[in-house]
């Protein structure tokens, strides 16, 4: 995800290295660069002009004080910007209004639209406990309204059935009558979409939007499209009074273009993110997380949400404040940590979160995703008692052989796991240590 633009900005950075100071001169060589960057990425032409303006102007203020070196100075007011670029904070769901609280879904065909609402639908109902009721109001196509009704299956929530006989405002109408007398919290409307912009469709969604007065109206769009989605969210934006944007198939998006550029374009905020075909790929869209992962600073954060939404609680918290103390991370939470990696779908999804260095390290830890290495690697910690899992430092070789017999593997595989850990406690260790600004100065080089 977006790794292009992580890429050319991490060597931006480096053009600093052993500069003693930010000055004009270097800011602008540096910022030239982070320009072409920001080109390359498919961001909109004016966006980059007010970025790099900002950017320029706060940096020449900024003190380049104590173990600072400038490119780190400069990185920190990028982020800053990046940050306030994509909207400031995450701007949560208007659910407040007398139930069901509408949401009306917007957007171009294949968007991506049919499987945000069924996302959407999952999120509300296990991550808030809603009541959920989904309703299609394409009577263009009748396959659209049978895709919405294996996704709502899917999701676990309500689906309101509709016909390509009635009219778009009758099926929704109905579907608020029914999600009333129900006691749903939500209902999501899944509207038709056109392969471009077409003044019937505009018209279509003006008049259902002013028949149904949602309390959301969201416009999905796929990120990949790049400055074409920007453009579509600004024409749908001038039409119907939009809440937010989802942005979809962020997972394939190498640029970023997109989710740097619409809240700026638009005025609205990034409310949701896409990241793969399943319906567990949604997430909430946060600015600052975002701006730390294009830059390369990994995204613990998500990360440790993550963790929190397939696992138990408490243990999440545990580790979470293992995490960032680097303390007591012992092989009993290595273990647990490959068991929620597998919860979590799969540690392509997860690699995106980590910051680079720390990456790399569980990049050795892969060959470990296909579940047969996983349970070997489970089965090696299993064998061990607590003391051990506590203290790997102390298993001796004898007790090695044993482990891996009572494992049923080779030692070399003992050997090998234990060494692994240890790399990825050091990691976290000097992550949780030094956090981010170690990270910087690892970017000086
Ligand atoms: P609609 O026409 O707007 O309703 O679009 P659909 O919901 O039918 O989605 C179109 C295609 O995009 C489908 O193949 C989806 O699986 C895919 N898709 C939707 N969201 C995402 C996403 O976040 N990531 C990826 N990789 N694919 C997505």
Not at 163 to 176: D, F, M, R, V
Not at 220 to 226: C, I
Request: charge should be positive.
């Amino acid at each position: 995800m977006l790794d292009n633009l992580t890429q050319r900005l991490a060597g931006v950075m480096k053009t600093l290295r052993g500069e003693a100071r930010l000055t004009e001169s270097n800011i602008s060589d540096a910022l030239r660069e982070v320009r072409l960057a920001l080109l390359e990425a498919d961001v909109a032409l004016p966006v980059i002009k007010d970025f790099i303006a900002a950017v320029k102007e706060k940096a020449l203020g900024e003190e380049v004080i104590g173990s600072l070196t400038p490119g780190q100075a400069l990185i920190g007011v990028v982020h800053k910007e990046m940050t306030q670029l994509m909207g400031g904070a995450n701007s949560a769901l208007n659910l407040a209004t007398q139930p069901p609280a509408v949401i009306l879904m917007a957007g171009l065909q294949g968007a991506g639209k049919t499987t945000t609402v069924g996302k959407l639908a999952k999120l509300l109902k296990e991550t808030q406990k809603k009541k959920v009721l989904v309703v299609s109001c394409d009577v263009y196509r009748p396959a659209a309204i049978e895709q919405l009704k294996t996704v709502a299956a899917q999701a676990g929530v309500d689906f309101f059935p509709s016909s390509t006989e009635e009219k778009p405002e009758a099926i929704a109408l109905a579907a608020i009558d029914w999600a009333r007398k129900h006691y749903h919290d939500v209902l999501l409307v899944d509207t038709a979409g056109r392969l471009a912009i077409d003044e019937a469709m505009m018209a279509e969604i003006k008049q259902l939007h002013a028949a149904i007065k949602p309390v959301e109206t969201l416009f999905v769009v796929d990120a990949m499209l790049g400055q074409d989605a920007v453009n579509t969210a600004r024409s749908f934006n001038e039409a119907l009074p939009l809440t937010g944007v989802v942005l979809t198939k962020l997972d394939g998006d190498a640029r970023g273009g997109a989710a740097l550029s619409v809240r700026h374009v638009t005025g609205k905020p990034v409310k949701f993110v896409g990241v793969g075909e399943k319906l567990s790929g949604l997430e909430a869209f946060h600015p600052e997380r975002m701006a730390s992962r294009v830059l390369g600073m990994g995204d613990i954060l998500s990360l440790v949400e993550e963790a929190r939404k397939g696992v138990d609680e408490e243990k999440a918290l545990a580790m979470a404040k293992k995490l960032k103390s680097g303390k007591g991370f012992d092989l009993n939470d290595f273990k647990d940590q490959i068991a929620q990696m597998r919860n979590m779908g799969g540690m392509a999804a997860l690699m995106d979160k980590l910051p680079a260095q720390f990456a790399q390290a569980a990049g050795q830890l892969q060959g470990g995703a296909e579940d047969k290495a996983v349970r070997r690697i489970e089965g090696i910690i299993n064998s061990m008692t607590p003391a051990e899992r506590a203290k790997p430092e102390l298993i001796k070789a004898s007790r090695k052989r044993r482990i891996a017999t009572g494992a049923g593997v080779q030692v070399q595989e003992v050997n090998r796991l234990l060494n692994q850990f240890e790399q990825t406690q050091k990691m976290m260790k000097s992550f949780a240590k030094g956090g981010l600004s170690k990270l910087m100065r690892g970017m000086k080089g």
